[in-house]
């Protein structure tokens, strides 16, 4: 006598790789699957708008762009120039985006507590760029209320 087929609950966990990446992993810890943003953003492509990718669902967003997918300045600090490339790489990661169609405006920085923070407008709401310690500029975008 056979014992019945009964259904294999597998528990998923999905963890946030320094919000470049997602893994997922079995309850043992096991990794199943990886995928960076990119990856995910461009399977989302044909379903979602730009506007919907740029707000994941909320008010704001957040993306992380890694100083070596635009070209620093020489001493990689955060100024005009780099602002606006990251939004751009922001707006190229999903198919949905047109960087013309966005109407973006020059980045202005400033300093606030201490740190360089830059804001781009654009035609759905806007960007501040703020760069960490080490490689990444942090990009939050905000719907225009």
């Not at 294999?8 to 470049?20: A, E, V, Y």
């Not at 096991?30 to 044909?46: D, G, Q």
């Not at 100024?79 to 949905?96: M, S």
Request: with cysteine; net charge negative.
């Amino acid at each position: 006598m056979q014992s019945p087929m009964l259904p294999r609950t597998l528990l998923l966990t999905l963890s946030c790789l320094s919000c470049l990446a997602i893994a997922c992993s079995d309850a043992n810890g096991v990794e199943l699957a990886r995928a960076s943003e990119s990856e995910l953003t461009s399977t989302e492509s044909s379903a979602i708008s730009c506007y919907e990718y740029l707000r994941r669902g909320g008010d704001s967003s957040h993306h992380a762009v890694a100083m070596s997918e635009i070209t620093p300045n020489d001493d990689w600090t955060l100024d005009e120039e780099t602002a606006d490339q990251a939004v751009r790489v922001v707006l190229k990661r999903h198919a949905a985006c047109d960087v013309d169609e966005e109407e973006l405006t020059p980045a202005r920085c400033g300093v606030a507590v201490g740190e360089t923070l830059c804001k781009v407008e654009a035609r759905s709401g806007y960007f501040l760029v703020v760069k960490d310690y080490v490689d990444t500029l942090n990009v939050i975008f905000n719907r225009w209320d």
